[in-house]
Nanobody, 113 residues
Framework: QVQPVESGGGLVQAGGSLRLSCVAP????????MGWYHQAPGKQRVLVAS???????NYEESVKGRFTISRDNAKNTVYLQMNSLKPEDTGVYYC???????WGQGTQVIVSS
């Protein structure tokens, strides 16, 4: 594995939930922060949630209280539980290892009204 791999995106109605998963390279996961980024069509990619190697989480204000990031070090996997989804959450979600150039290819989320 040379880059993270995301899964779990899909089409959901407003108010629904999705859980995204990201499997990171085994040689990078445990010692790095992990982040989930959101990119709406035509807009800049924005960090929405991050979690440190020790499990400390941070969230963008727009998702705080709705999204939860977690990590399973034994599986080299970071999750993003997305609840109370809104149409503005639509876009591609990317997983990133730390502040490196190790990005996943993204998983698409579409929230319909």
């Amino acid at each position: 594995q040379v880059q993270p791999v995301e899964s779990g995106g899909g089409l959901v109605q407003a108010g629904g939930s999705l859980r995204l998963s990201c499997v990171a390279p085994v040689w990078s996961f445990r010692i790095n922060d992990m982040g989930w980024y959101h990119q709406a069509p035509g807009k800049q990619r924005v960090l929405v949630a991050s979690i440190s190697s020790s499990g400390i989480a941070n969230y963008e204000e727009s998702v705080k209280g709705r999204f939860t990031i977690s990590r399973d070090n034994a599986k080299n996997t970071v999750y993003l539980q997305m609840n109370s989804l809104k149409p503005e959450d639509t876009g591609v979600y990317y997983c990133r290892v730390g502040r490196s150039d190790l990005w996943g290819q993204g998983t698409q989320v579409i929230v319909s009204s």
